[in-house]
């Protein structure tokens, strides 16, 4: 199948994304030259090292009529990169000084490995920041090299940076092996137990309260927990993204946004234990295109209103992925209680192989099996699927619409869903449960539990307002 639409149509959207959208502006532009806008090695930029963290070296004078872009090596600033010495001060203060001149460029240098430890980068910064990851980055080896007063788990934090790039060709790992195998986690324990416990362990990078990011190129790796995290921010491009973890690393989320908006995930390729890429509350105006998921969970939606919160989601669009060997293909998951909605879902032309769950809204959202049905749900509403073809693995039914027996999902349609099964029998029962919408097309396998119309006036509209 054509799995992608097309180079073109991808920078139609950017273009629309970013040049006339009133969230989306300001200094930074998402223009793909901007991508690599960090400098190679040996670029004659380069300042030499002085290996005296004493005395860093001098800026380029700010007045510099041409703004010649600043080049912050952390080797000239103490860092060792040995893999095992501890860089986190020279990284503090190359951060320091190459954020507080304009075009700063922190640059961690290739063919060395650089170990620090959880750090929060602050902004603001001058205009043009550039984080460069040519070498390695890595994190302490597990639990025991943690600091035990840090309970906010959490290794790289970028926060309050308005117009910064992360940036290389470079690797972030997250050294995450002896996180996953704690006995509190699932299965992990004696004899395949799981131990009870408070089990948080850090999310690799968090980017919190900033607004135009731009994130690519890199390799991102063996997250504890979820590899990069970003809440509360506002325009982030991400492309040319590598993660990758093991199938059975627990909770090790590719990407997780929430309570961000103007969302642009481009060209990137996650391999994980968990979501692929989850989007929490409060997101709006996200475009995921050509994006590669394996053997991890899929795309998710949620989970929303956990704890009876008011969670909102619109305007999202996923389109040209392709999924393999993932317990879901593309999730809506909400919890019971909870209120406001999700609307304005797209995925489209999406591809999937050897896939649970292909298509899948769970309003029944439980982690324990013990979560009572309540009176209100997050309200799900105008979500299209459309051309999405592949196989599924015949283990659970390859679609299953469970909406809430209070507010019906409404608007759902799909066109051109056709799923055949990766191995063995037909599994031709598609699931609906209080699941109003069309059916474009005929689906396969074909689906006659879709209700027509709409059933609902909702008794207390306001609730399900955004
Ligand atoms: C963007 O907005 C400008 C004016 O605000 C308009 O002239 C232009 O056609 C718009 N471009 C797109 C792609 O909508
Ligand atoms: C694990 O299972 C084996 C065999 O069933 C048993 O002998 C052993 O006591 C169990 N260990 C624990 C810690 O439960
Ligand atoms: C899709 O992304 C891959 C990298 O993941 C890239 O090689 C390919 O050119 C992209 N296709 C389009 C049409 O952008
Ligand atoms: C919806 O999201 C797209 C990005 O996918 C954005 O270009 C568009 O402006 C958003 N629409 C609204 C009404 O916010
Ligand atoms: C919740 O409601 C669903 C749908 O009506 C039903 O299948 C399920 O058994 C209920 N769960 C509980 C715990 O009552
Ligand atoms: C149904 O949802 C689609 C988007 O999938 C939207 O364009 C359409 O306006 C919605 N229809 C109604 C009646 O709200």
Not at 21 to 47: L, M, Y
Not at 105 to 119: C, E, G, K, N, W
Not at 240 to 251: M, Y
Not at 369 to 391: F, M
Request: glycine share 8%.
């Amino acid at each position: 199948m054509a799995l992608v639409h097309g180079l073109f149509a991808i920078w139609v959207s950017l273009a629309l994304l970013i040049s006339n959208s009133s969230n989306v502006e300001g200094r930074t532009h998402f223009h793909k030259k901007q991508k690599n806008k960090g400098i190679d090695k040996g670029s004659p930029v380069s300042q030499s090292p002085s290996n005296s963290p004493s005395n860093p070296p001098e800026p380029n004078d700010p007045g510099n009529p041409t703004s010649e872009p600043c080049v912050f090596d952390v080797t000239s600033f103490g860092a060792v990169g040995d893999g095992t010495t501890d860089d986190t001060a020279a990284f503090r203060e190359a951060w320091k000084a190459a954020c507080a001149v304009e075009s700063g460029i922190l640059l961690a240098p290739s063919d060395y490995v650089f170990t620090i430890t959880s750090t929060i980068f602050s902004g603001p910064c001058k205009p043009g920041f550039v984080f460069q990851v040519d070498g390695v980055l890595i994190a302490p080896d597990g639990p025991d090299c943690w600091p035990k007063s840090d309970s906010n788990k959490q290794w790289l934090v970028f926060y309050r940076v308005d117009g910064m790039t992360l940036t290389g060709r470079g690797t972030i790992d997250g050294n995450g092996q002896k996180w996953w195998e704690l006995p509190c986690k699932p299965h992990r324990g004696p004899n395949g137990s799981t131990l009870p416990g408070p089990c948080d362990s850090p999310a690799l990078i968090r980017f919190f309260l900033s607004s135009n990011l731009m994130v690519n190129t890199l390799r991102i790796q063996n997250s504890p927990q979820f590899h990069m995290k970003f809440d509360g921010c506002e325009g982030v491009l991400i492309e040319q993204l590598s993660i990758s973890s093991p199938a059975l690393s627990p909770n090790t989320d590719g990407i997780h946004i929430e309570n961000t908006k103007s969302v642009a995930i481009f060209e990137s390729d996650i391999a994980n234990g968990d979501d692929c890429i989850s989007i929490g509350p409060g997101c709006s105006a996200v475009l995921i295109d050509n994006v590669t998921c394996e053997h991890g969970h899929g795309i998710s939606i949620g989970s929303l209103g956990v704890h009876n919160t008011h969670a909102c989601v619109s305007n999202i669009t996923v389109q040209n992925v392709f999924i393999k060997d993932s317990d879901n293909g593309v999730r809506i998951k909400t919890w019971q209680g909870g209120t406001g909605s999700v609307s304005s879902i797209a995925f489209e032309n999406i591809e999937m192989e050897n896939v649970r769950n292909c298509i899948i809204v769970d309003q029944y959202y439980c982690l324990t099996k013990a979560c009572l049905n309540q009176t209100s749900a997050v309200y799900v509403t105008d979500v299209s699927y459309k051309n999405i073809k592949g196989t599924y693995d015949v283990r659970t039914p390859p679609i299953h619409f469970a909406c809430s027996d209070t507010v019906a999902c409404t608007n759902i349609s799909l066109s051109e869903v056709e799923l055949f099964p990766a191995e063995g029998e037909l599994v031709d029962d598609p699931f609906c449960w209080n699941a109003y919408g069309t059916q474009e097309t005929l689906t396969i396998p074909p689906i006659t539990c879709l209700q027509d119309g709409d059933p609902q006036s909702l008794s207390d509209a306001s609730i399900y307002g955004c």
